[in-house]
């Protein structure tokens, strides 16, 4: 049987990994003999595996095979391979060859005599996604290219990784691949797509036939089969996902209103389904062989959906019965709608499209899922992100990529049309002041290259909300009193800034739109961050100079041993007030290490392990950089991370190594300065795992 072999070959494959990882780093042998076990496997499979190990003449003269004989009765393996001793009694035999391999059962007597004896059970195999593409390859006689080796590889990661498989669920659904390949001609993501029935799935063979999505890495193959896992595997055993039984009556209404649309030898395996009794396994076997797109099979599961009204029909009945401002869309604008409604079926969009969207955006901004749908037929799809710099570089890549090279000057105009209403009442205060911390640089570094435009302020001179968020709050606080307060919602809307960015060619004082998309920038709201202007403020006031300490939640919410994570705040214990996502203590709790810094070169000077001129010199470097480093602060807070003090101090601090290097080399010096002076600017986690954060 082809999966008991393919079983048998990783096995085998697995055990000369372990054999050559015991040898000693200069390629020796260890001192004794590794000792191997078959833990808990099926006869078949232990004896498939001592087949695979037998057929490699080399592992074969490595390995002391001593597979207790109960445990593979009939399955005809040669008696020198067999023995009528249990695992426990060989382990304490030994052997003159490089390894000893046994097998066990479920002996309870045996646990403890077991424990110093390598496993290689189920997990162990499960755990080598490579061993399981060479041994599908090698004994069905499949010769894949590199690439679709890769890839093959990628959707066993990303299915092992999804769901809890048997071996011979696993071994079954790689003969399978081989035989999609072989037999039926498919291609390696179709293959994979084909055998789905073989891990509880309907079968879908063109839905990883997509290659830029399914390709070497594991994580979308991952995500798409925990997706399936999630959604269809439940609909085999007649659940709904969320666990509750399947009505055959919808189930027999939808196949009827389909029936139009499915062959009918389909129609009888679905009939067969649906009126199948609970636990009536068969049916379900057959129903999974059948294509879920392309036979039908999704109709009798998926509810029916009403059909989306077209675009323009909707914006046209938005204006007529949903629009709070009545006759705002005056008669030239309704014919281009009704226009539309024959050009938005080819996807026929023009600049009049643009024109109407720009002057009627406030008023369809009142329905957000109309106003998605005109974002996504004038920009097409968004690019999003949580760092700026990233999606600013990736918005610049879309944009330039392909164009030639045109006359004039080009720039960029990145556009927000969130109004000055919604800055002040439906934003989040921590988000705006962290935007603007973080990327007000941005827009000093890139000059007249980009032009920023932030729309709907109305007529008075107020700063900028978008890299002076703090100041315009002050400044709105001012004008309207006390009833203006910082938001804290964490909706998406309170952590979302949209920017309509075009490319515009200028040639004189004509401006050319050349192309145009939308950058969706977010902020993840677990994440550490939204403290970080009021913890450099503290810092700053503190001092600068100065290290932190937070502690790590022990426990997680699930009741487990939690580990920390920049992108969960509930990793870490409070440190400030009861904000858990703060790196610094009250001013009462920091200390400043400036004074103990040079307290410490002066105390090494006097012990003797610095001498006058090496004090000097440090002393000198560190007076350096703490000036530039306390400069790059108030610069980072005032201004920016554009400003000169930021690479200076970078500078200075490299100076500074320079000069730790060259004078502080005793054990001694690199205790109590060198750490000292690496740990500025850090914040330690305490708990029993050392860990480090490098804040901003």
């Not at 062989?289 to 392309?294: D, I, K, R, S, T």
């Not at 675009?311 to 539309?340: N, P, Y």
């Not at 060259?662 to 305490?686: F, I, N």
Request: hydrophobic letters at 40%; a negative charge; proline letters at 4%.
């Amino acid at each position: 049987m082809l999966t008991d072999r393919i079983i048998g070959r990783v096995g085998a494959d697995i055990l000369a990994r372990r054999l050559a990882d015991s040898r000693q780093s200069d390629g020796s042998m260890p001192d004794s003999a590794a000792l191997f076990r078959l833990d808990k496997l099926a006869p078949n499979q232990i004896a498939a595996i001592v087949r695979a190990v037998l057929a490699n003449h080399e592992l074969a003269a490595r390995v002391d095979l001593r597979i207790p004989e109960s445990l593979v009765e009939g399955e005809g393996l040669p008696p020198e391979a067999l023995t009528q001793q249990n695992a426990g009694a060989v382990r304490n035999a030994g052997t003159d060859k490089e390894a000893l391999l046994t097998a066990n059962g479920n002996e309870h007597n045996l646990a403890d005599t077991l424990g110093h004896v390598t496993a290689l059970g189920a997990k162990e195999l499960r755990a080598n996604e490579d061993s399981w593409v060479e041994a599908t390859c090698h004994v069905s006689g499949l010769a894949p290219t590199a690439e679709d080796r890769l890839v093959f590889y990628a959707a066993l990661k990303g299915l092992i990784g999804a769901t809890d498989l048997s071996l011979v669920q696993l071994g079954d659904y790689c003969s399978y691949v081989s035989e999609g390949m072989r037999t039926h001609g498919y291609s390696i993501r179709d293959a994979i797509g084909w055998s789905l029935p073989k891990v509880g799935l309907p079968r879908d063979t063109s839905f990883f036939s997509n290659a830029k999505t399914y390709g070497n890495s594991a994580k979308p193959w991952k995500k798409q089969f925990e997706k399936l896992f999630t959604n269809r595997a439940p609909l085999l055993l007649r659940v709904k996902p969320n666990g509750q039984p399947l009505d055959p009556d919808e189930m027999r209404q939808r196949l009827e209103d389909h029936a139009d649309s499915i062959a009918d030898g389909v129609r009888v395996t679905l009939e067969a389904f649906v009126g199948a009794q609970v636990g009536d396994n068969s049916t379900s076997d057959e129903l999974a062989l059948l294509e879920w797109e392309l036979d039908g099979v999704h109709h009798i599961f998926d509810k029916p959906k009403e059909r989306l009204q077209g675009l323009a029909d909707s914006t046209i009945r938005f204006f007529e019965h949903d629009c709070e401002t009545e006759d705002v869309l005056d008669g030239a604008w309704r014919k281009h709608l009704e226009d539309l409604k024959v050009r938005e079926k080819r996807s026929d969009w023009n600049e009049e499209d643009e024109t109407f969207f720009e002057l009627h955006r406030r008023y369809i901004e009142q329905k957000p899922p109309l106003h998605a749908r005109w974002e996504k037929a004038i920009f097409g799809k968004p690019i999003e992100c949580h760092d700026f710099l990233d999606g600013f570089a990736g918005v610049a890549h879309r944009l330039l990529a392909g164009l030639e090279d045109l006359k004039g000057e080009r720039f960029l105009r990145f556009t927000v049309t969130k109004g000055r209403k919604d800055w002040r009442e439906r934003f989040n205060y921590d988000v705006g002041s962290y935007f603007s911390s973080m990327y007000r640089g941005v827009k000093e570094l890139m000059g007249s290259k980009v032009d920023w435009k932030v729309e709907r302020m109305g007529s008075a001179n107020l700063p900028d909300p978008l890299f002076q968020y703090e100041a315009f709050f002050a400044k709105e606080k001012e004008i309207r009193g006390a009833k203006c307060k910082p938001v804290t919602s964490l909706s998406r809307a309170a952590l979302q800034i949209k920017f309509d960015v075009a490319l515009i060619q200028k040639v004189k004082d004509s401006e050319t739109v050349l192309v145009k998309t939308q950058l969706v920038w977010s902020y993840r709201p677990d994440s550490i961050g939204l403290s970080l202007v009021d913890d450099m403020r503290r810092l700053f006031d503190k001092g600068a100079v100065g290290c932190a300490e937070v502690p790590r939640r022990l426990v997680s919410k699930k009741g487990g041993v939690q580990s920390v994570s920049l992108l969960d705040t509930a990793t870490m214990e409070a440190t400030f007030s009861r904000d858990a996502g703060s790196l610094i203590p009250p001013p009462n709790k920091l200390r400043s290490q400036r004074a103990e810094i040079k307290r410490r070169i002066d105390e090494l000077a006097t012990e003797g392990r610095l001498s006058k001129e090496q004090r000097d010199e440090l002393r000198a470097a560190w007076d350096v950089f703490e000036a530039d480093y306390i400069a790059a602060m108030k610069d980072f807070i005032d201004t920016g991370l554009h400003g000169e003090a930021v690479m200076r101090q970078a500078e200075s601090f490299g100076a500074l190594l320079n000069a730790l290097m060259a004078h502080a080399r005793g054990d001694v010096c690199r205790a109590k300065l060198v750490s000292e002076v690496l740990s500025v600017g850090t914040v330690r986690v305490s708990g029993e795992q050392p860990s480090l954060i490098i804040p901003p």
